[in-house]
């Protein structure tokens, strides 16, 4: 048999033989992989609710947090592809373990950071390895598992991921609620020290022995592109879009795309396979990892924001309530995990991104006298849903290659995930700004606050709601709280349509492309892209 291609397998530190008694490697692979992806989800969801804090603390406006939460996303975004290639090139162990080192040094340089700025270069470079992170992640437990096993490990690492998802935001809200915001970087410490020591020790070495150099050219245009992207979709925001930085931003990036598709589609060894949207089942797939976090995860921001900043309640107390959704994503992944060895992944991606697209519908209609229990029923079908697309997701990701190719599929997938991320934070950012400039002048039109209308608006894009009461006579103050309350539910209200649109359209597409034929046999050869 020709050895072409074939991932190469090396004898890792402290390896124990599975014939001796000893735990087989494999299992220390998914040990590893689930507590650094533990660590990874946990940091995500905490940051979430601790936002409104670190905008108190550092006087950030609101790009600020948008910025918080997308220089994270833009570097992972940026270099998975690379990083990727990197893994397969010189070992997924070594790059996963380089990976865990940054993350956890950069986590350090967050909780002691003193200005906006310092917070997001920390947050790019914790994106840096958490970039490494997630395009080894997939593609080390790929390499380490075959057959049922690999749907096995899936399943476990489906409920891990759902169990950080739905314990981050109480833990993040006890920390900052208790502590401090800087407490919710700083506990990845411990946990990032674990992570690399068992990794170092256990995990068996593997890489592909006919990988290919990274891509450089398609990586720095891909990067720009990106970064062009989003910050002209956060600068639109304030700026409006005909402003001359914003046009220009966004030519930059539509020229960078083109050439970078150009560019991989030309290329003997480019980073980004383009023939592997010729699969269906791939272009589904990605498809659906940029549905569920442009949807889903990227309204998080704005509904923390909503009920710590507008219903006055602290991050505790929102990280309790968010239980519901993240709480619905835990139950359901074990469940989702399970199933991908028994139910076709499309019978899981479809209706769980409809249902997802629907929990966000469910939502709307908030109003100026709305208590945050309207959001129940939309946040538990939103978690039921998102719940049953994480697991079958991943295994989608590098289901339909070979394993010595599950590098560069698994970093196109979570690319797409980050890409959603970071254009939804900004897209949704831009509408919301927009239409909450437009409620306040609406709702103060005719009344003594109308001549208050861009400060208002100017409070609660920077959370400083507290010291707008302080400032006007008290005989104003119940209009004011009405005010706001509305205007942010208004706002609100619009990008919960467009986020549960994008799912839905998500929903659609991943179940008409995804099918079982795609999907690599487990004895079988590759398979073979459609034309």
Known sequence: MSTEGQTRTLPSAGEGSPTDGSVDPKWWTLTAVCLGTFMLLLDITIVNVALPAIQTSLHSSFADLQWVVDAYALTLAALLLTAGSLADLYGRRRLWVAGLVIFTGASALCGAAQTPLMLELSRGLQGVGGAIMFAVSL???ANAFRGKDRGVAFGVWGAITG???????????????????RAIFFVNLPIGVVAVTLSATRVVESRNEHARRPDWAGFSMFTVALASLVYALIESGSAGFGATRVVAA???????????????????????????????????GSIAAFGVSAGSFSVLLYLVLYLQDVLGYSALQTGLR??????????????????TSKVPVRALIGPGLALAGAGLLLMRGLTAGSSWTHLIPGLLVAGVGVGFVNPPLASTAVGVVRPERSGMASGINSTFRQVGIATGIALLGTLFANRLGSAVLASTA???????????????????????????????????????RGSFAASLDEILLVAGVISLVSAVAAFALIRSRDFVAAAGGPATPSH
């Open 139 to 141: 593609a080390l437990l």
């Open 163 to 181: 169990v950080a998802v739905a314990i981050g935001p109480i833990v993040g809200g006890a920390l900052v609620t208790g502590l401090s915001w």
């Open 250 to 284: 966004f030519a930059v990036a539509v020229v960078l795309l083109v050439a970078f598709v150009v560019v991989e589609s030309r290329s003997e060894h480019p980073m980004f396979d383009l023939s592997l949207f010729r699969l269906p089942t791939f272009s589904g």
């Open 322 to 339: 968010l239980l519901v959704l993240s709480g619905g994503i835990m139950v359901v992944a074990g469940v989702a995990g399970r199933l």
């Open 446 to 484: 005719g009344t003594p606050l109308a001549s208050r209308s861009r400060p208002i608006s100017a409070a609660l894009e920077d959370g400083s709601t507290g010291r707008l009461f302080a400032r006007v006579p008290a005989s104003q103050r119940a209009l004011l709280g009405r005010v706001l």
